[in-house]
Nanobody, 124 residues
Framework: QVQLVESGGGLVQAGGSLRLSCAAS????????MGWFRQASGKEREFVAA????????DYTDSVKGRFTISRDNAKSTVYLQMNSAKPEDTAVYYC?????????????????WGQGTQVTVSS
């Protein structure tokens, strides 16, 4: 079992920055691929970013490329999502998730563990 706890959400003005954190406990963090997803009110959950075990590979959905950065610190069992140049359309509940394999990483159904989510609101 892996327990995931997100933090760092809040209210930010458009153009501002926010850093989300996701702390993991339980099994060896470095064995897991980590992903960030988000769900806006009334919409389906969507992929945001993912990072491989050793940070060698990352992937981003097109709408956040160049603005968001995913990173991880295996020594701290934590994954981060740095959000820059925030836009109102980034408003959503953000979830971190973990899985063992790095394939079809945009598929939320393939992730085994999920956090409870943290709300991000970007005001215009």
């Amino acid at each position: 079992q892996v327990q995931l706890v997100e933090s760092g959400g809040g209210l930010v003005q458009a153009g501002g920055s926010l850093r989300l954190s996701c702390a993991a406990s339980g099994r060896t963090f470095s064995r897991y691929v980590m992903g960030w997803f988000r769900q806006a009110s009334g919409k389906e959950r969507e992929f945001v970013a993912a990072i491989s075990w050793n940070s060698g590979t990352t992937d981003y959905t097109d709408s956040v490329k160049g603005r968001f950065t995913i990173s991880r610190d295996n020594a701290k069992s934590t994954v981060y999502l740095q959000m820059n140049s925030a836009k109102p359309e980034d408003t959503a509940v953000y979830y971190c998730a973990a899985r063992s394999a790095y394939y079809n990483i945009r598929e939320s159904r393939l992730y085994d563990y999920w956090g409870q989510g943290t709300q991000v609101t970007v005001s215009s």
